[in-house]
């Protein structure tokens, strides 16, 4: 997994867990995970659940403890959450952008970061897009800004 779950989601999963674990055995059967996974809004696609059910299944029991299923629901909700993160991203970025150009005005990157974090002083942020805005053109293209915002 590549990142560790934070609390909030880890006591979302937990909930589900034991909503889902009706004889408190410690371990749900693998086909209620869908059901999970449908309840949390999660996208997934079969085979790939699949493998990971089976991956994380050793003995074949057809059931997952905690750790296993955390890590099999975790998986797709992080998924989720970076499209939809994604998704807000480049509505941030079309706000901006009101010409369409692809891109936008360093100003205006200075703006939505001031949004996003008050505790950034201005000299902080004239840093930040002196980084980015490596040929000085005084634009961000969305490339740019979604390596900033995502770090990828």
Same mark, same amino acid.
């Given at each position: 997994?590549?990142? %560790?779950? @934070? ?9 589900? !867990? ?16 869908? &059901?999970?996974? =449908? ?6 696609? =079969? ?9 994380? *299944?050793?003995?074949? &029991? ?11 629901? $975790? ?17 941030? !970025?079309?706000?901006? @952008?009101?010409? $369409? ?15 996003? *974090?008050?505790?950034? &002083? /201005?000299?902080?942020?004239? =840093?930040?897009?002196?980084?980015? @805005?490596?040929?000085? /053109? $005084? &634009? %961000?293209? !969305? @490339? ?7 770090? *990828?």
């Amino acid at each position: 997994m590549a990142e %560790v779950l @934070d609390e909030e989601k880890l006591a979302m999963l937990r909930k589900a !867990f034991i909503m889902f674990d009706q004889g408190k055995t410690g371990k749900i059967e693998k086909e209620k995970i869908r &059901t999970i996974l =449908n309840t949390l809004g999660a996208n997934y696609i =079969n085979e790939e659940l699949e493998a990971l059910l089976a991956d994380n *299944d050793v003995e074949g &029991t057809g059931k997952l403890d905690f750790d296993a299923f955390a890590k099999v629901v $975790g998986h797709f909700l992080e998924e989720q959450d970076e499209e939809a993160m994604q998704k807000e991203l480049k509505e941030a !970025f079309r706000l901006y @952008d009101k010409e $369409g150009n692809g891109f936008i005005p360093t100003a205006a990157l200075k703006e939505i970061l001031g949004a996003l *974090d008050d505790k950034l &002083t /201005s000299a902080d942020l004239d =840093n930040i897009v002196e980084e980015i @805005d490596e040929d000085g /053109s $005084g &634009t %961000v293209d !969305f @490339d740019e800004f979604m390596e900033m915002m995502t770090g *990828d």
